[in-house]
């Protein structure tokens, strides 16, 4: 998109005038501010968090009892199917997205994201592409297949009907909006830091942004071609996967794994940045081995791109495959080791304030420790030849998407909730939320480790009386129900706090990083002045600056203020004005996915509002020149 | 502090921390981005070649030197467009125009040989359903041919912009950037002539695979 910034600038007539107004829905449609997007990433991903909670809950009340006929194999297969993708593409993904957008041009002391209309696209795409996906359920015919879509299971003619069409497109959509987000932000972090912010300056939870999306923009492209391959294949009558033309179904396996493991590092290393920005709060002191916890994670990202084939040990790759990423996969457990002490060592000796967002950061350490190390458990391939398929491996990998990252994305919440809003989260409903999910949990999921372990097989819609599975598999639906009462407690939570409003201070918890120099909520344009970074946690230093010589920070009161904002003179604050372009390429990116599979007269409704909106918006002027006040 | 008189902008004026413009550093990213797009499919394709197990094969169908022809038209373009931004940041704007607008030509004659080819190709019998050849080939030839597209539309938008007076010296990191992507069009075209033709057109009937004669 070339933006050319000249007042002589030709427009493309408009269809609809620019909206300029700053309320209202046009203006929530049209928005760049990165901090009404990050709601609107988070708003849209919770309701999606509350829909696959709500399959899971459909899955463990037919796992229930033995021999339950409450949902139909059909449906069973569905639900698993949307349950997986709901979580890791229209939740966890988006909801560390909300993150990255409140904080991180916060957190390195920026106006706005290097690409503001580039965000709202990410923002739209992400929305119309998790609507694409869902409107299967309209059909009847959701995907199926599961959330890794194997063929011959998911080729047309084992799997005929739309169902898996839906999903690979519904991915491919939501692939460009992540992709999108992902160049966004690696721009932003290495080109919009604050003067003196260098890299080793920067923000754990900025690092871990950083390189995620760097594992986003280069893990993405490869989920892309191997979507475009199975489309091609169910819609065109392609041979990649069929195996009576000489295609191989492995071969997806191979490219869906090569994305589907930096996937999972996309999914935990924004959690593992959030507690790294929550433990030193709350411990009162400095993040233990802060460098070591940085390059654990660039190394995390690294290596994660040479264990895929651990997804694949049983399908007789050789000795020489299975040893080799074995060890590979025993490897990348040094690097998580190497966090979980560091955090461990921050708490060491800390003065310690349990509030909830602290329960949950302690929570996910714990809870991330326990599948952290079922994790090592499968690395070994022997080993892993008897858990493929079973309860264990769906035990393991809750605990660390569970217990890690949704774990850690509640601790978020409830800590930037007062940054985000102005007042707080009640802390009494937040411990009663932490205690429950944590109890309704590991009810959940403890006793899928031996029910893996004794054999009960993943993705089978029941089981026979006489297994001795019962009294587990009723404990984890139990568990299932608790983590829902959790979560309308939050839900309680958010609503109550909104109403008898306890107002928090910008800096409410006496924190450590920039974005707690402002005032909370912070004004739309962030800082009054951008600050002169010169430390770590450069924000706690100019509060006591007496730390750095060593003087204990006992008695002391603050040095510095949040940011005073009464003067301001708004009508010398520019920042880029709204945009409905995005919008709009939003809606024609799905509308020609959704095409792909009823009309071609979609595809070219789709094409043309996208290539209209490319056009628009880079014919656009950032500013309306009458705003202009120079 | 006083924050009286504070003027608050957004943009590179304030923050830029490398020096790199933010739009030149954008499209890098993306270029890397789209590295491991194309490497999946040169990958596909290189782990499907002989795997066909009925024809046209790549000797019944590869010609190398017309593809020749289109190649080197695509690369000199990347010449072109190298004296396209030199010229527009001398600010010698008929230069510029007239590079810009050669650029648009060969890029459109690349296409043409490339629609020209998948007719021809559609014609012996050999489409993306034919066999394992047909769909890892025209796959990946297909999408760089619409990123070749892309960047054609791209230049002409670009151009009509020199025309209008609008993309000037000034600016003329918008050309660059789209130069950028141009270049890696023509780059990663390199590597697939070389992977999908020159060591390919040889290939005939793999073991295991259906003789193949033209007209069945």
């Given at each position: 998109?070339?933006?050319i910034i000249?007042?002589?600038?030709?427009?493309i007539?408009?269809?609809?005038p620019?909206?300029m107004?700053?309320?209202?829905?046009?203006?929530?449609l049209?928005?760049?501010?990165h901090?009404?997007?990050g709601t609107?990433y988070g708003?849209v991903?919770f309701?999606?968090f509350?829909?696959?909670?709500?399959?899971?809950?459909?899955?463990?009340v037919?796992?229930?009892?033995?021999?339950?006929?409450?949902i139909?194999?059909e449906l069973?297969n569905?639900?698993?199917?949307?349950?997986?993708?709901?979580?890791?593409?229209?939740?966890?993904?988006?909801?560390?997205a909300?993150?990255?957008n409140?904080?991180v041009?916060?957190q390195?002391g920026?106006?706005?994201?290097?690409?503001?209309?580039?965000?709202?696209?990410?923002?739209?795409?992400?929305i119309?592409g998790?609507?694409?996906?869902?409107?299967s359920?309209?059909?009847?015919?959701?995907p199926?297949?599961g959330?890794?879509g194997?063929?011959?299971n998911s080729?047309?003619?084992?799997?005929?009907?739309?169902?898996?069409?839906?999903?690979?497109?519904?991915?491919?959509v939501?692939?460009v909006?992540?992709?999108?987000?992902?160049?966004?932000?690696?721009?932003?972090?290495i080109?919009?830091?604050?003067p003196?912010?260098?890299?080793?300056?920067?923000?754990?939870?900025?690092?871990?942004?950083?390189i995620?999306?760097i594992?986003?923009?280069l893990?993405?492209?490869?989920?892309?071609?191997?979507g475009?391959?199975?489309?091609?294949?169910?819609?065109?009558?392609?041979?990649?996967?069929?195996?009576?033309?000489?295609?191989?179904?492995i071969?997806?396996q191979?490219?869906f794994?090569?994305?589907g493991?930096?996937e999972v590092?996309?999914?935990?290393?924004?959690?593992m940045?959030m507690v790294?920005?929550?433990?030193?709060?709350?411990?009162?002191?400095?993040?233990?081995g802060?460098?070591f916890i940085?390059?654990s994670?660039?190394?995390?990202?690294?290596?994660?791109?040479?264990?895929w084939?651990?997804?694949?040990?049983?399908?007789?790759?050789?000795?020489?495959?299975?040893?080799a990423?074995t060890?590979?996969?025993?490897?990348i457990?040094i690097?998580?080791?190497?966090?979980?002490?560091?955090?461990?060592?921050?708490?060491?000796?800390?003065?310690?304030?349990?509030?909830t967002?602290?329960?949950f950061?302690?929570?996910?350490i714990?809870?991330?420790?326990?599948?952290?190390?079922s994790?090592?458990?499968h690395?070994?391939?022997?080993?892993?030849?008897?858990?493929?398929?079973?309860?264990?491996?769906?035990?393991?990998?809750?605990?660390?998407?569970?217990?890690?990252?949704i774990?850690a994305?509640?601790?978020g919440?409830?800590?930037?909730?007062?940054?985000?809003?102005?007042y707080?989260?009640n802390?009494?409903?937040?411990?009663?939320?932490?205690?429950?999910?944590?109890?309704?949990?590991n009810?959940q999921?403890?006793?899928?480790?031996?029910?893996?372990?004794?054999g009960?097989?993943?993705?089978?819609?029941?089981?026979?009386?006489?297994?001795?599975?019962?009294?587990?598999n009723?404990?984890?639906?139990?568990g299932?129900?608790?983590?829902?009462?959790?979560?309308?407690?939050?839900?309680?939570?958010?609503v109550?706090s909104?109403?008898n409003?306890?107002?928090?201070?910008?800096?409410?918890?006496?924190?450590?990083?920039?974005?707690w120099?402002?005032?909370?909520?912070?004004?739309?344009?962030?800082?009054?002045k951008?600050?002169?970074?010169e430390?770590?946690?450069?924000?706690w230093?100019?509060k006591y600056?007496?730390?750095?010589e060593?003087?204990?920070?006992?008695n002391?009161s603050?040095?510095a203020?949040?940011?005073?904002t009464?003067n301001?003179?708004?009508?010398k604050?520019h920042?880029?004005?709204?945009?409905?372009?995005?919008?709009?390429?939003g809606i024609?990116?799905s509308?020609?996915a959704?095409?792909?599979i009823y009309t071609?007269?979609?595809?070219?409704?789709?094409?043309?509002?996208?290539?209209?909106?490319?056009?628009?918006?880079?014919?656009?002027?950032v500013?309306?020149?009458?705003?202009?006040h120079? | 502090?006083s924050?009286?008189?504070?003027?608050?902008h957004h943009?590179?004026?304030?923050?830029?921390s490398?020096?790199?413009?933010?739009?030149?550093?954008?499209?890098?990213?993306?270029l890397?981005?789209d590295?491991?797009f194309f490497g999946?499919?040169?990958?596909?394709?290189?782990?499907?070649?002989n795997?066909?197990?009925?024809?046209?094969?790549?000797?019944d169908?590869?010609?190398?030197?017309?593809?020749?022809i289109?190649?080197?038209v695509?690369?000199m373009s990347?010449?072109?467009?190298?004296?396209?931004?030199?010229?527009?940041?001398?600010?010698?704007?008929?230069l510029?125009?007239?590079?810009?607008?050669?650029?648009?030509?060969?890029?459109?004659?690349?296409?043409?040989?490339?629609?020209?080819?998948?007719s021809h190709?559609?014609?012996?019998?050999?489409?993306?359903?034919a066999?394992?050849?047909?769909?890892?080939?025209?796959?990946?030839t297909?999408?760089h041919?619409?990123?070749v597209?892309?960047?054609?539309?791209?230049?002409?938008?670009l151009l009509?912009?020199?025309?209008?007076?609008?993309l000037?010296?000034?600016?003329?990191?918008?050309?660059e950037?789209?130069?950028?992507?141009?270049h890696?069009?023509?780059i990663?075209?390199?590597?697939?002539?070389a992977?999908?033709?020159?060591?390919t057109?040889?290939?005939?009937?793999?073991?295991?695979?259906?003789?193949?004669t033209?007209?069945?």
């Amino acid at each position: 998109m070339s933006s050319i910034i000249n007042p002589k600038q030709f427009q493309i007539p408009r269809i609809f005038p620019r909206p300029m107004s700053h309320s209202g829905i046009w203006y929530w449609l049209g928005t760049v501010d990165h901090k009404k997007i990050g709601t609107m990433y988070g708003i849209v991903s919770f309701f999606w968090f509350i829909m696959g909670g709500i399959e899971a809950l459909l899955i463990r009340v037919q796992l229930s009892h033995a021999e339950a006929d409450i949902i139909s194999p059909e449906l069973y297969n569905q639900l698993f199917t949307m349950h997986g993708t709901t979580m890791v593409f229209l939740v966890v993904m988006p909801l560390s997205a909300a993150f990255f957008n409140w904080l991180v041009p916060l957190q390195i002391g920026a106006r706005d994201v290097a690409f503001p209309r580039l965000n709202a696209l990410s923002l739209w795409v992400f929305i119309f592409g998790s609507i694409l996906m869902n409107i299967s359920w309209l059909t009847g015919e959701a995907p199926n297949g599961g959330w890794f879509g194997y063929p011959p299971n998911s080729t047309v003619q084992f799997n005929p009907g739309n169902g898996m069409t839906f999903w690979v497109l519904g991915l491919n959509v939501l692939g460009v909006a992540s992709i999108a987000a992902g160049l966004n932000f690696i721009v932003t972090i290495i080109n919009m830091r604050a003067p003196g912010m260098t890299m080793m300056r920067m923000p754990v939870f900025t690092w871990m942004t950083l390189i995620t999306s760097i594992l986003i923009v280069l893990a993405l492209p490869v989920l892309a071609v191997a979507g475009i391959q199975m489309t091609g294949d169910r819609v065109y009558g392609t041979n990649f996967f069929n195996s009576e033309a000489g295609g191989d179904p492995i071969f997806w396996q191979h490219i869906f794994w090569l994305f589907g493991h930096p996937e999972v590092y996309i999914l935990i290393l924004p959690a593992m940045g959030m507690v790294s920005e929550i433990l030193p709060t709350f411990a009162r002191k400095p993040l233990f081995g802060y460098t070591f916890i940085i390059f654990s994670g660039a190394l995390i990202g690294f290596m994660g791109w040479f264990v895929w084939s651990h997804h694949m040990f049983t399908v007789g790759l050789g000795p020489a495959a299975n040893t080799a990423f074995t060890l590979s996969t025993m490897l990348i457990a040094i690097p998580t080791g190497v966090k979980i002490f560091n955090w461990i060592a921050t708490l060491w000796g800390g003065s310690i304030k349990l509030t909830t967002s602290m329960l949950f950061s302690i929570g996910f350490i714990a809870m991330f420790t326990i599948g952290g190390l079922s994790g090592v458990t499968h690395a070994i391939s022997p080993s892993d030849a008897q858990q493929q398929d079973t309860y264990y491996v769906v035990a393991h990998f809750h605990y660390v998407l569970f217990g890690g990252a949704i774990f850690a994305i509640f601790g978020g919440l409830y800590f930037w909730w007062p940054k985000f809003t102005g007042y707080f989260l009640n802390e009494k409903l937040g411990i009663l939320n932490f205690i429950l999910m944590m109890i309704g949990f590991n009810l959940q999921f403890a006793p899928m480790h031996w029910l893996g372990l004794d054999g009960m097989p993943r993705r089978i819609y029941t089981y026979a009386e006489n297994m001795g599975w019962e009294l587990s598999n009723l404990a984890a639906t139990i568990g299932g129900f608790l983590i829902a009462i959790s979560v309308l407690i939050f839900l309680i939570n958010v609503v109550i706090s909104r109403i008898n409003k306890k107002l928090a201070s910008g800096d409410p918890w006496d924190a450590r990083t920039l974005e707690w120099s402002i005032s909370s909520p912070p004004p739309h344009y962030n800082f009054v002045k951008i600050p002169q970074v010169e430390h770590i946690d450069d924000w706690w230093y100019k509060k006591y600056p007496g730390l750095l010589e060593g003087s204990p920070k006992q008695n002391k009161s603050p040095n510095a203020t949040v940011e005073d904002t009464s003067n301001v003179d708004e009508s010398k604050i520019h920042l880029p004005d709204l945009s409905y372009y995005p919008l709009f390429v939003g809606i024609g990116l799905s509308l020609a996915a959704l095409g792909v599979i009823y009309t071609y007269a979609l595809v070219t409704i789709g094409l043309i509002l996208v290539f209209w909106g490319c056009i628009g918006w880079s014919t656009e002027p950032v500013n309306e020149p009458h705003k202009k006040h120079h | 502090m006083s924050n009286q008189g504070v003027t608050v902008h957004h943009g590179e004026e304030i923050n830029n921390s490398t020096g790199v413009s933010n739009k030149k550093l954008l499209m890098w990213v993306f270029l890397g981005s789209d590295v491991m797009f194309f490497g999946t499919f040169i990958g596909t394709f290189m782990a499907y070649r002989n795997k066909s197990l009925n024809g046209p094969y790549p000797a019944d169908t590869l010609d190398i030197p017309i593809t020749s022809i289109s190649t080197f038209v695509l690369l000199m373009s990347s010449l072109g467009i190298v004296l396209a931004l030199h010229y527009l940041k001398e600010s010698k704007m008929g230069l510029a125009k007239f590079w810009l607008f050669l650029v648009i030509i060969m890029g459109m004659i690349f296409i043409g040989f490339q629609v020209y080819e998948f007719s021809h190709f559609a014609h012996i019998g050999m489409t993306p359903q034919a066999n394992l050849f047909g769909s890892t080939f025209f796959t990946l030839t297909s999408l760089h041919g619409a990123h070749v597209s892309i960047g054609i539309l791209w230049l002409i938008f670009l151009l009509y912009n020199e025309y209008k007076g609008n993309l000037t010296s000034e600016n003329a990191v918008d050309l660059e950037m789209a130069g950028l992507y141009w270049h890696f069009v023509d780059i990663v075209w390199i590597v697939i002539f070389a992977l999908l033709y020159l060591i390919t057109a040889g290939d005939g009937v793999p073991p295991g695979g259906l003789p193949w004669t033209a007209g069945h």
